[in-house]
């Protein structure tokens, strides 16, 4: 079993919906972050969220940090074809090693 | 600046085969890192250096080796191949492994790899 687990595993949806993907564990992190992966290329660094209860927004992205530090979400408002792609939540633990969720695949359609 | 480059960007071996996966960054970045990523299972740390001189074991470290050659060069190399090694390997590099809660990944394009 993985340390962090995300879902949903896919998600398919039509532009303009909104939907929201979860990142769930029993262990706490000093940071969690949330990185976007397009086909052919590494994962990139979308948002650091660092105190429990913390909330960042970066244009219609909105992230959290559960209030105990095990857990996240991300939430999108009216989703665009341009946010296709895989989301992976990255948990920082000891030893300032990064632990890594099973992603999120999503796929918007226009 | 390019970033984190890897070589090669495909490669196919056959069981028993060795392999070397090249990686350089020039962001003069301290630590180095090495990732599986296989459907499903996310990225999985096989090896990572925190700085220049050092290496130490991640997650799934069996079956292969890792040589810092400098600060900017991170290899990976698998001895003797296996199926079980198919999977994309991506190389990563951060400012520093130990400060604060921060620890941004700069990744490479990865390394598509099939053992048959």
């Known amino acids: 079993t993985q340390l962090l687990e995300q879902s949903p595993q896919f998600l398919s949806i039509q532009e303009g919906e909104n939907l929201t993907v979860y990142c769930n564990s029993s262990?706490?992190?000093?940071?969690l972050q949330w990185y976007r992966q397009e086909p052919g290329e590494g994962p990139v660094l979308l948002v650091t969220?660092?105190?429990?209860?913390e909330v960042k927004k970066l244009k219609r992205l909105t992230f959290q940090f559960g209030d105990a530090r095990k857990d996240s979400s991300l939430h999108i408002t009216a989703a665009q074809p341009g946010d296709t792609g895989l989301y992976l939540c990255?948990?920082?633990?000891?030893?300032?090693?990064?632990?890594f969720g099973g992603g999120t695949r999503l796929m918007v359609k226009p | 600046n390019a970033g984190v480059t890897q070589t090669p960007k495909f490669q196919v071996l056959k069981t028993g085969q060795s392999m070397t996966l090249q990686c350089a960054q020039d962001?003069?970045?301290?630590?180095m890192y090495w990732y599986r990523q296989d459907p499903g299972m996310g990225l999985r740390l096989i090896y990572y250096?925190?700085?220049?001189?050092?290496?130490d074991k991640g997650e799934v470290p069996n079956g292969y080796n890792v040589s810092r050659l400098n600060k900017r060069e991170f290899s990976l190399r698998l001895e003797s191949a296996a199926p079980s090694q198919t999977s994309v390997y991506f190389c990563?590099?951060?400012?520093?492994?130990?400060?604060?809660?921060?620890?941004?990944?700069?990744f490479g394009p990865g390394t598509r790899l099939t053992v048959l």
């Open positions: 990563a590099s951060s400012v520093t492994n130990w400060v604060g809660a921060y620890n941004e990944q700069f």
């Open positions: 262990s706490v992190f000093s940071s």
């Open positions: 969220v660092v105190t429990g209860g």
């Open positions: 990255a948990g920082l633990r000891a030893g300032n090693m990064l632990t």
């Open positions: 962001m003069n970045h301290n630590s």
């Open positions: 250096s925190a700085s220049e001189g050092t290496t």
